[in-house]
C-alpha cells in the first residue's frame, strides 16, 4: 500500500474546496485518505503533485480557480483537466486578467498579498535585500521584470519601490516591451490606478516597508 504524501492530501483539498467555494457550495475537506489509491485517478494527483513540485511558484487555489473564471458556464473540472496544457494555459490567462484588474478589488489586494509574500520569500532565498532586488539583473535583464511576465507578482508592486520610474525609463524600449509586454505600453494607466487605489498603495506601501525590516533588521529604526 503506498502512502498518501502530504502534498497530494492538501492538492486534493485544494481542488475540492475551490470547485465547491466557485459555486457556492458547502464543502468539507477530505480526511481519510487510505483507500485513494486504489481510485484510478490516483496516478493523476500523482502527475499534479510533481507538476506543482517542478513549478513552485505556481498559487494552487488561482490553478484550480481559473478555468471556473474564464468558463463560467461549466459546472466543474475534474483532475483530469488539470493535467492538461490547456489548464497551464487557463492559469496565464487568469493571472494576466488578475494583473489588469483595479487594484482595490479583492482578487487584486489578496495578489498584492501573495507578490509581497513572493518577494520577501526570494528575497531571504537569495541573501539580497530589497533594494537589491529592485536592481537585480540576470544578464542584462531585470528580475523583476521577468516575476511580473511569468505572473509571479502584481505589476503594481513596483510601484512601491522609490527608484521605480528611473529603472523603467533607462531600460531600452525593446527590451522592456519584450519582458513587459503590455505592462510596458500601459505603465501611465498601471501607476494612475495604483496613485488613485484606496486600499492597495497603503497594502503595498506597508507591506514593502515590514518586508524591509525582516530582511534588514538593523535598518529598523
Not at 198 to 213: D, E, R, S
Request: proline share 5%.
Amino acid at each position: 500500500m503506498e502512502k498518501i504524501s502530504k502534498t497530494i492530501k492538501d492538492i486534493y483539498n485544494t481542488h475540492l474546496i475551490i470547485s465547491r467555494k466557485v459555486k457556492g457550495k458547502p464543502f468539507k475537506p477530505r480526511n481519510d485518505f487510505k483507500d485513494m489509491e486504489n481510485d484510478p485517478s490516483f496516478h493523476k494527483w500523482k502527475i499534479l503533485e510533481h507538476f506543482f513540485q517542478k513549478f513552485p511558484n505556481i498559487n494552487k487555489e488561482i490553478y484550480f480557480k481559473a478555468p471556473y473564471e474564464l468558463w463560467k458556464d461549466k459546472d466543474y473540472f475534474a483532475v483530469d483537466f488539470y493535467i492538461t496544457p490547456v489548464a497551464t494555459r487557463a492559469y496565464t490567462t487568469y493571472k494576466k486578467q488578475l494583473q489588469q484588474q483595479d487594484p482595490d478589488f479583492d482578487e487584486s489586494l489578496n495578489y498584492i498579498k501573495e507578490s509581497l509574500m513572493f518577494i520577501s520569500k526570494y528575497c531571504k532565498q537569495n541573501s539580497i535585500n530589497l533594494d537589491e532586488y529592485i536592481l537585480e539583473r540576470h544578464g542584462s535583464t531585470y528580475t523583476w521584470m521577468k516575476h511580473i511576465r511569468s505572473g509571479l507578482i502584481s505589476p503594481y508592486v513596483i510601484f512601491g519601490f522609490n527608484n521605480i520610474d528611473n529603472i523603467v525609463y533607462n531600460t531600452p524600449n525593446d527590451e522592456r516591451e519584450l519582458l513587459l509586454g503590455e505592462f510596458s505600453n500601459k505603465l501611465y494607466h498601471y501607476k494612475e490606478k495604483y496613485n488613485k487605489s484606496k486600499y492597495a498603495k497603503q497594502l503595498i506601501t506597508i507591506g514593502l516597508k515590514k518586508i524591509k525590516i525582516i530582511i534588514n533588521p538593523v535598518e529598523k529604526n
